[in-house]
């Protein structure tokens, strides 16, 4: 059984930066791909990014890809995603999700999934 957490969402204004942490325990952290997906008001949620296990392997949809970056500290179990040059079309709440690896991922169907962390970008 795995445990995923997320952390460091807020309040901020178009054009700065948030990094948020996904914390994983229960079980190898190495095992596991890991997922950022968001789900703003109104809308469908999507998943934004994703990094393997291992070789830290990653993919973003275009809306992220030239300003968000993703990456991961075994040694501290956490994945982190840093979102830069935010818009107020970013405000969502954001979820960490693990599963095998990223195909399973980019499919929509991780094994574990945090609670979620509020982002939300003001104009």
């Known amino acids: 059984e795995v445990q995923v957490v997320e952390s460091g969402g807020g309040v901020v204004r178009t054009g700065e930066s948030l990094r948020l942490s996904c914390s994983a325990s229960?079980?190898?952290?190495?095992?596991?791909?890991v997922g950022w997906f968001r789900q703003a008001p109104g809308k469908e949620r999507e998943g934004i990014s994703c990094?393997?296990?291992?070789?830290?392997?990653?993919y973003f949809q275009n809306s992220v890809k030239d300003r968000f970056t993703i990456s991961r500290d075994n040694a501290k179990n956490t994945v982190y995603v840093q979102m830069n040059s935010l818009k107020p079309e970013d405000t969502a709440v954001y979820y960490c999700?693990?599963?095998?690896?990223?195909?399973?991922?980019?499919?929509?169907?991780?094994?574990?999934w945090g609670q979620g962390t509020q982002v939300t970008v003001s104009s």
């Open positions: 990094i393997s296990t291992g070789d830290g392997s990653s």
């Open positions: 999700a693990a599963g095998p690896n990223t195909a399973t991922l980019q499919l929509g169907y991780p094994d574990y």
């Open positions: 229960g079980s190898s952290f190495d095992d596991y791909a």
